[in-house]
């Protein structure tokens, strides 16, 4: 009986060992040594569970079986017992635990440290893996707005930051995390070009609010791909584009939304990022201005007719006959 009970603790040692150490989880390592040591308790289980009570009972009114040893004999079996552990320890991690870290660190180090300039895929009909090229070289065009944020985070001094705007508790952070384009352009009370990056509006320079300007300009900015951007009269070139929101709210009078006489397009509401107070300034121009028609050689006119495929193709989707027929009139 005692080398049956010894032969089921080995192999219980032997297989909980391997099946703790190839755990890789905190939780499932947790959950794992619970479910190991309820294994172990087995016996107590079936022994309360399915002995009748009154043996149970008389089992527990036994008195302890005195085993005298001596003190050598006592001293022996404990230092027997600490060199059995720290064996089982030191083999564990030298041939179990020590491998697998050094294989999670060679494929961290694969994943995030070495070539990541392409993607795969298998393709499970004919078995075969299939590869695509992304990109040549990881830069900041290549990373996306977060990334950028979180890099020029670790680095930028306490107090500022360069891109990231911080609410001030939970609920702010979860409002502004999901606010809409008009909600965000609502806000400001006024265009933010016209006041506050132009170098002669009355809050340029201002202690105060220069950082909300600075980090609007750099987010604009990045939205687009551009970094170290100071003005936004450097990115004119890049108003037209369908995701270029930010970069009209921040720049408004560089992209045109302030000029009653420029290209339409993404002015017709705030959800475009035009602010209802860039906007409002275009009003009050055209409200004074003389009724006259456009020349079809002006660049307004031009930008108009240039830009109405992209934004057929936007608002229609790619490939509607709507949108193909507005390239053929166009063309």
């Known amino acids: 009986m005692s080398l049956a ?16 150490a190839r755990t890789t989880s905190i939780q499932d390592l947790m959950l794992n040594a619970v479910a190991l040591n309820a294994i172990l308790d087995i016996d107590e289980f079936l022994f309360v569970g399915m002995t009748p009570a009154k043996i149970q009972e008389t089992l527990g009114k036994l008195k302890p079986k005195h085993v005298s040893k001596g003190h050598l004999r006592s001293q022996l079996e404990s230092a027997v017992h600490f060199s059995c552990l720290v064996s089982v320890v030191l083999i564990s991690y030298f041939l179990l635990l020590e491998p697998l870290q050094r294989i999670m660190l060679m494929v961290k180090t694969e994943m995030c440290y070495s070539n990541q300039t392409f993607v795969v895929a298998h393709n499970t009909d004919t078995q075969r893996t299939i590869g695509l090229v992304t990109v040549m070289s990881r830069d900041l065009r290549n990373d996306s707005i977060s990334e950028i944020a979180v890099r020029a985070q670790e680095t930028s001094p306490d107090g500022f930051s360069t891109y990231i705007s911080f609410a001030s508790d939970v609920d702010s952070f979860s409002e502004r995390r999901s606010r809409t384009m008009r909600e965000e352009a609502d806000i400001f009370p006024f265009c933010v070009e016209s006041r506050l990056l132009n170098s002669s509006a009355d809050m340029y320079g201002d202690a105060s609010m220069q950082p909300l300007a600075t980090q609007l300009l750099n987010t604009a900015a990045a939205t687009v791909g551009r970094t170290g951007t100071t003005s936004c009269l450097e990115l004119k070139d890049q108003c037209n584009r369908l995701n270029a929101r930010l970069l009209r709210l921040v720049c408004g009078q560089t992209c045109g939304c302030t000029d009653p006489y420029s290209s339409p397009w993404y002015k017709t509401e705030e959800t475009q990022g035009c602010a209802s107070t860039c906007l409002q300034i275009a009003r009050t121009a055209l409200a004074s201005s003389r009724c006259q028609d456009v020349s079809v050689t002006s660049d307004a006119w031009q930008a108009f007719w240039s830009l109405y495929p992209a934004v057929a193709r936007a608002h229609f989707g790619e490939g509607s006959k709507a949108s193909a027929s507005l390239e053929v009139v166009v063309g």
């Open 5 to 20: 009970r010894a032969v089921i603790a080995c192999i219980l040692l032997v297989g909980g060992i391997l099946w703790l």
